[in-house]
């Protein structure tokens, strides 16, 4: 994977030169693949991935990577066919019954299909926690929580799924560096409870080993703290700064949450922006990171652009258009949705006809 601040165009240069001069390990095209995703050129990531795919057939890494670029650009057809394969060939594998329920898991959430989430989840867990795996048992685990927080904005219901993994899985009964409770102090700020999440935190940094392994996402849960503790400022200045170039660059990890910020700032022009970013971000591992707020920033961008336009007299043409184009954003990715979001799918479609037949 790409190093954080790296020089990502001279990485993949390094990787190419590495399989054309005859080190074609999968390792070198994998990470080539997720940097070239991180670039913004998934299908050059889907040409590497290809060749290795024929060089090395019997890898599931490889599809994995096939399946990362897809979802980069939106194609979740066509990356539900290439896990759909991946389960069928290495059947009885940990890959087959922990790890492909997992990638279709994030699709699922991102479309709004929470029943299908928690299901895959349900299925995906027991291997996680049989195979030793406890870091893909916490990712998988918190998936229909952090659906139900903000696809059905059923705060109570995601808490009460977490504290059943917790009670199911006590952390104490994992290695320190195995226990994720990072990821669990960003679920429970997100769900307005600053307080057991910065317990949390204490706790992750109490038992950190080697270093610290993850600080871009350390850093925007801190940042999350500061806002739901009251200082908005605060958090939005950490947010930018994991916004850009540099070695704690996180786009995935921060644009949303700025976005948030600055919505509870005031500053909508600055929300719009950031929100605007989010949705457009191709990055590696994009729907782990993002499958719960890339529907929500879609909604959000076709609100404010409505509501900015309107401020003119007439309205302005350029925000009413950029409206319709993520509220039609939004409605082609919650059209199969779950019957319990339809009504938000109706709200945004209704704003779409209506914007849409105003400006021809």
Not at 283 to 306: C, D
Request: proline fraction near 5%; charged fraction near 30%.
């Amino acid at each position: 994977m790409a190093l954080e601040g790296s020089d990502l165009e001279r990485e993949a240069e390094l990787y190419r030169v590495g399989i054309d001069e005859g080190d074609a390990a999968t390792i070198n095209y994998t990470n080539l693949a997720h940097v070239l995703v991180e670039l913004g050129r998934p299908e050059e990531a889907m040409e590497a991935l290809e060749d290795a795919d024929r060089r090395f057939p019997d890898v599931p890494d490889i599809q994995f990577g096939i399946v990362d670029a897809y979802q980069a650009m939106d194609d979740y057809e066509n990356a539900q066919a290439v896990l759909t394969s991946v389960a069928e060939r290495f059947s009885g594998s940990y890959d087959a019954a922990g790890v492909v329920p997992g990638w279709e898991a994030v699709q699922a959430a991102v479309r709004g299909r929470l029943g299908r989430v928690r299901s895959l989840s349900d299925a995906a867990v027991p291997v996680a926690f049989a195979a030793n795996r406890i870091q893909d048992l916490v990712s998988i685990a918190l998936i229909p929580a952090y659906a139900d927080l903000y696809a059905a904005g059923d705060t109570a219901r995601a808490v009460a799924a977490v504290e059943e993994i917790l009670t199911r899985y006590p952390l104490v009964d994992f290695e320190p560096a195995d226990r994720e409770t990072l990821r669990f102090s960003d679920f429970f700020v997100r769900a307005g409870d600053p307080g057991r999440a910065r317990a949390l935190l204490d706790r992750w940094e109490s038992d950190r080993v080697g270093g610290d392994p993850s600080p871009s996402f350390y850093e925007s849960v801190r940042a999350l703290i500061a806002l739901e503790e009251g200082d908005v400022d605060g958090a939005i200045l950490q947010l930018k700064r994991l916004s850009a170039p540099g070695p704690a660059r996180c786009d995935m990890c921060a644009q949303f949450d700025l976005g948030v910020a600055q919505e509870r700032a005031g500053h909508r022009d600055a929300a719009i922006a950031a929100y605007e970013a989010h949705v457009d971000t191709t990055g590696s591992f994009r729907l782990w990171a993002a499958h719960y707020s890339i529907p929500v920033a879609l909604q959000r961008l076709g609100a404010l652009l409505e509501a900015r336009a309107r401020e003119a007299d007439p309205p302005t043409p350029a925000d009413l258009e950029a409206a319709a184009r993520y509220d039609s954003r939004f409605v082609e990715l919650w059209a199969d949705a779950d019957e319990e979001l339809q009504p938000r799918v109706r709200a945004a479609q209704a704003r779409l006809e209506a914007i849409l037949k105003e400006t021809g």
